[in-house]
């Protein structure tokens, strides 16, 4: 199959059309301006619409509304601006619409600054907006994964009805890669029955996100739940490599995790025994994976680029059987191999006691 | 015997649960009149606000989206975009559409979004209990205006269709009210020509109808009707505001 040399804003965006997303609707935020400035072109030559909306608080309710519809649609954009989307990410998983959004995180908190960091983490992961959801969120570590997630991001959307986001950064969205899209074959979805079209000669359907009965919202609050319980049996995901029986286990997630492989490949022509876990869905989690990992192993080593945010997640599954250490930068500075490796030699150095 | 009056088949027969004296029920009552009358109640889709009105996708036999506060025109914009060849409608309150959506309502209207808002202004928050709205009059006492408007404070009550109807992509515009037969009729008539506004592919279109609310004004439904007629209409003048792209106040 063609390899085609592309930037990731560029393939992410490629990768909806060809996935069968015929709507975007965002607005201009760096580092992931070239997703809409792509689709501005892409997606009219498809017959689909392509429309900047006046804040992202408005893209999102934009995308409300034609996920209502029953058709696949995306919105992107980056830290401030995802920040802005969460009442409308809310609204999207209390009425149960599925949709597609790419967060290339930026720098933060505040208006931060354009440099790639994962400090979203807890945004995207624990709900981020108000009320007891989750979103589907996937985070992808080359081009080639953004490609292959992003049609599987539309899938789960449409399976489980609810907002997938691609939890990227500024450096996966600009870094140029050789990729392929091969189009997955997914098992067949439900129809859309409950898409709002106009009632035509049926009976009338509405979507909402709302129900002032009590027992009436803790219903749909407990049919959530199971929907996330069903999401952590079936859908979860990670991607290890190494050694088979590592001494430390290093733990981290999308651009982290290419830097963890390098990390991998050179400790071991330094004898270090190191393997990576990388989770590929941050929700649901890879609990159980990755406390069979843990297993046996003298330490953990979570690695972010924000200081400190999945690290719980791994505490939490781990239970302090394990010793959990954390090295982390932020505001777009990177971890580098080197720093790694040195950090690795002392926790052997000074023999890790549980 | 000839029937002369009747619940128009696109009203549900749910009562409306409105309070004695709020003009929501008739105006829903004339929207469903209208949608029935120019046969669109199978291709229709309304988009709900949030406020009093929030329950207004039980008593319209259309299909219905309801999100989140202020942002109906945006919703209603992913419905158009999604599904052109559908008559697409929002119906909103002044805190919702003038407050918190007035991003999303200027931006349909600039864009000329072929969709139809409907704009229920009763000068205060309803839902909320009584506070006060950007409608609000001068000296009109609200929950958070205990000792009436004051612009020095609060501003002044926003002429939300005037400011929609200098845009080029707004198309239709009128405000009307509901307190005498003749308005009512003249309302009615309104509606139909924002409905055909939009299904001829003209633009953006808006009615704002002026409604009382005896409840958060603390008056009998009676007072209250007065009272619109003599302090909001002076400030909120009825008639069409704009008409086929043309500003009517600034085109001689």
Known sequence: ?354 | MKVVFERPKTLLEKPFTYCPGCHHGLAQRLIAEVIEELGIADRTIGVGPIGCSVYIYEFIDVDFVVGAHGRAPAIATGIKRSLPDRVVFSYQGDGDIAAIGTAEIIHVANRGELITSFFVNNAVFGMTGGQMAPTTLLGQKTKTTPLGRDPQVHGFPFRLGECLSVLEGSAYIARVALTRPQFIRQAKECIRKAFLTQMEGKGFSLIEILSPCPTNWGMSPKEAVDWLEEKMIPYFPLGELKVKGCNSRETP
């Open chain 1, 1 to 354: 199959m063609e390899k085609i040399l592309m930037r990731g804003n560029e393939a992410v965006a490629e990768a909806a059309v060809r996935a069968g997303c015929r709507l975007y609707f965002g607005y201009p935020i760096t580092p992931q301006n070239e997703i809409s400035e792509y689709l501005s072109f892409r997606l009219p030559q498809v017959g689909g619409v392509f429309l900047q909306a006046e804040s992202e608080v408005a893209a999102i309710h934009m995308v409300y509304g034609a996920a209502a519809t029953g058709a696949r649609v995306m919105t992107s954009s980056s830290g401030p601006g995802v920040s802005l989307m969460q009442e409308g990410l809310s609204c999207l998983a209390a009425a149960e619409l599925p949709c597609v959004v790419v967060n290339m995180s930026r720098g933060g908190p505040g208006v931060g600054n354009i440099q790639p960091a994962q400090s979203d983490y807890f945004q995207a992961v624990k709900g981020g907006g108000h009320g007891d959801y989750r979103l589907i969120v996937l985070a992808p570590s080359t081009v080639q994964e953004l490609v292959d997630l992003t049609y599987r991001a539309f899938y789960l959307a449409d399976k489980y009805r609810n907002p997938v986001e691609i939890l990227g950064d500024g450096m996966l969205g600009q870094m140029m890669e050789p990729v392929t899209f091969r189009e997955p074959e997914f098992p067949p979805l439900p129809p859309k029955d409950w898409a709002i079209r106009g009632k035509g000669s049926g009976p009338r359907k509405w979507v909402v996100c709302l129900d002032l009965d009590p027992k009436g919202l803790e219903a749909l609050n407990l049919k959530l739940q199971r929907k996330y319980r069903l999401l952590e049996e079936q859908e979860t995901d990670y991607d290890t490599f190494g050694d088979p029986e590592p001494e430390i286990l290093l733990v981290g997630f999308g651009t982290v995790g290419r830097i963890l492989k390098s990390v991998v490949r050179e400790g071991k022509k330094e004898g270090l025994k190191l393997a990576l876990f990388r989770p590929i869905t941050l929700f649901p989690f890879p609990k159980a994976a990755l406390f069979e990992k843990a297993k046996g192993v003298k330490g953990i080593l979570v690695v972010e680029m924000n200081l400190g945010q999945m690290l719980e997640d791994v505490e939490l599954v781990v239970r302090g059987k394990v010793p959990v250490f954390f090295l982390g930068h932020t505001g777009g500075v990177i971890p580098t191999v080197s720093e790694i490796l040195e950090y690795v030699h002392g926790l052997l150095k000074e023999e890790i006691r549980v």
